[in-house]
């Protein structure tokens, strides 16, 4: 059997969202500028956060689950 | 304006985050591979959901995003007949109806379930063109993704080709098909998470929808020849004749030769997406595949094809000034999603919108590149040259023929960049092959008294057939040549490419499809019921309903996969 995918891809996107978030509290103003004013990075990134641990939940619960 | 990205540390971080994912992947899975059948079947052992997310994704090159934004610019929602028509029947038909024989027969690639149906002449026909046609799209991914990386960031051609390549070729090499399905999974949320908030960026800026429609009316009106006010924003009213719309199409030929000839000859037959489903882990896996698939394919228009109707209704009201022009002063409309990349997305969420474009391209050739290897160790060398070896020897042979699949790739690119024609060139002959190979197949699957002389008959007349009438037809405003048509004689006048294209399919399944009957009752059956069973309709017993619930039946999931895209139809029509 082939592992979980729903583990890189978990950890993936949390990593990714991680970096977007952080981008987004210290990157400064002018990074709202070519997203009309709203901080895509900050509110996009906790959404892609959440994604991967989601998934990394998911992955974890059906490794868990299976006998 | 020129069209340009300009990337940070952190968007190049992330860039390269993805790619230690992507080969570490391929790493993680080389203790898998202990036999052919895991590196070139993924030893039928992936979860459904697994498999769905890989056989859209598989189709869904960066030519298909970077090209329905420019479809969406150039001619508005009827784009979205390329989904609502032009795929998601066929995917709910492979699913129900022709997935039983593909994983029932255990045929391991579709030239194999040819060889076990009809005979051999017929597979190799298959066989041969498949391999070619499917190692020369991989080629032109490759040229198309450094071609762009060249123009937007201005990276070395060659630099882009090679490494490109090189990665493409560890994770395969490694992990086979797996390793492609995995990365393919990965390349599908990239695409959606990275370009989502373009599509809400983009409908803010433009004011929503309503705002959208009223700043498309220009865009028809004024365009020349001029169209009626709503005709970027209603997919189906005017599509009475093919003058009333940018296509240049009507809706019979749209209808017969993109929503049944082209998608069913490609989304049935094309072992690049019929690859994937074999892997699932059982027959109701592997039937629920394509409509796991047609699920989010059912709402990519919204992702690929409204960036594009923003872009011209942004670059229409701001006078000309949204989009890069062509020499000929029209937009380049090829360049609808860089640009809006760059305008729209700050460093950071530009490194990951300009990584799922790059994971895109480099997903489809390594699609491209897992059938190659595949049709070539089975179908090819195991069968014609060398025949009785180890399953080892294979997987060996398997590992061999990716690394020869990324060469001559590389080797169609640097060809592409020479050439420009060879692309279109390329895309012709594959039309012209695909065309009739849905006759063939359904015809096989459903008719028990289809002959091996008739199919492949039917085959290759009805190729040549494609390449006759196109010889006979040319689209209003080309000059007549071997890649536009018309060198026997233009006696069949279309008002667009688009549309010859249509009609040449047509007339390619027309001919397969008759000949291949008429040819079939004038010669033997080969073949008993007996070694029939399994792989025709009226000699294989009924898939039994299983105990699953009913959101996991096929038919109960097909039906309702159409019946939303027919509301879809509905509403934006």
């Not at chain 2, 026997?488 to 249509?502: D, E, H, R, T, V």
């Amino acid at each position: 059997m082939n592992f979980d995918l729903r583990y890189p891809v978990g950890f993936m996107f949390t990593l990714f969202g991680l970096i977007l978030t952080a981008t987004g509290l210290f990157g400064g103003a002018e990074l709202t500028k070519p997203s009309l004013g709203i901080n895509m990075n900050l509110w996009w990134g906790l959404v892609m956060t959440l994604f991967g641990l989601v998934m990394l939940v998911l992955a974890f619960r059906g490794g868990a689950s299976k006998k | 304006m020129q069209a340009s990205i300009h990337l940070t540390f952190v968007d190049y971080s992330i860039l390269c985050i993805y790619f230690l994912f992507v080969l570490g992947i391929g790493f993680a899975l080389k203790r898998y591979m202990k036999g052919s059948g895991d590196f070139f079947l993924s030893g039928r052992s992936i979860p459904a959901w697994v498999t769905g997310l890989a056989f859209l994704s598989a189709n869904l090159g960066a030519q298909e995003v970077i090209g329905m934004a420019a479809s969406g610019a150039k001619y508005g929602i009827m784009t979205s007949h390329f989904y609502w028509v032009g795929a998601i029947p066929a995917m709910v038909f492979l699913a129900i109806f022709m997935m039983p024989f593909y994983y029932g027969s255990k045929a391991r690639s579709v030239p194999e379930y040819l060889k076990m149906r009809f005979d051999e002449k017929t597979r190799a026909f298959n066989a041969v063109s498949f391999a070619v046609m499917t190692v020369f799209s991989s080629g032109i991914s490759l040229y198309a993704l450094a071609r762009l990386l060249e123009t937007l960031v201005h990276w070395n051609f060659w630099t882009c080709i090679f490494v490109s390549a090189f990665i493409v070729l560890v994770y395969i090499f490694l992990g086979g098909l797996t390793s492609a399905i995995y990365n393919e999974v990965l390349q599908f949320f990239m695409i959606v998470l990275g370009f989502s908030p373009l599509v809400f960026l983009g409908l803010k800026d433009v004011g929503g929808w309503a705002a959208l429609k009223q700043k498309l009316i220009p865009v028809a009106t004024e365009h020349v020849p001029a169209f009626a006010p709503d005709t970027w924003s209603r997919s189906w009213v005017h599509m009475g004749g093919a003058m009333e719309n940018p296509m240049g199409i009507g809706w019979f030929g749209m209808v017969m030769g993109l929503g049944f000839v082209l998608s069913f000859g490609y989304w049935c037959t094309d072992f690049l997406v019929v690859q994937r489903a074999m892997a699932a882990d059982s027959m109701s896996a592997a039937r629920r595949t394509p409509l796991i698939a047609a699920v989010p394919k059912m709402l990519f228009p919204a992702l690929v094809i409204l960036p594009g109707m923003i872009a011209i209704a942004m670059h229409h009201a701001s006078g000309g000034q949204f989009l890069p022009l062509a020499a000929d002063g029209s937009p380049d409309y090829n360049m609808t999603i860089p640009v809006m990349l760059g305008r729209y997305f700050p460093t950071g969420l530009l490194g990951i919108g300009f990584t799922a474009l790059m994971a895109s391209f480099m997903s489809g050739m390594a699609g491209n590149v897992t059938a190659f290897n595949t049709v070539w160790t089975y179908d090819i060398y195991q069968s014609y040259l060398v025949k009785n070896a180890s399953d080892q020897h294979y997987l060996w042979m398997g590992r061999i023929a990716t690394v020869a699949g990324i060469l001559i790739s590389i080797v169609a690119a640097l060809a592409a960049r020479q050439f420009n024609n060879i692309m279109d060139m390329l895309q012709l002959v594959f039309g012209f092959v695909n065309a009739p190979l849905f006759a063939t197949f359904l015809l096989g699957m459903f008719w028990k008294r289809a002959t091996g002389h008739g199919a492949f008959a039917g085959l290759v007349l009805g190729t040549c057939s494609a390449a006759v009438f196109q010889g006979l037809s040319l689209a209003r405003g080309e000059t007549v040549s071997f890649i536009k048509g018309g060198w026997i004689a233009p006696k069949f006048l279309f008002q667009s490419s688009m549309g010859q294209n249509f009609w040449i399919a047509i007339v390619a399944w027309t001919t397969c499809f008759v000949l291949t009957i008429a040819i079939s009752l004038m010669t033997r059956r080969l073949k008993t019921d007996e070694e029939l069973k399994g792989l025709v309709y009226s000699l294989t017993p009924k898939q039994p309903r299983t105990n699953e619930p009913w959101y996991m039946q096929p038919v109960t999931l097909g039906v309702l996969v159409l019946a939303a895209t027919v509301v879809l139809n509905i509403i934006f029509g």
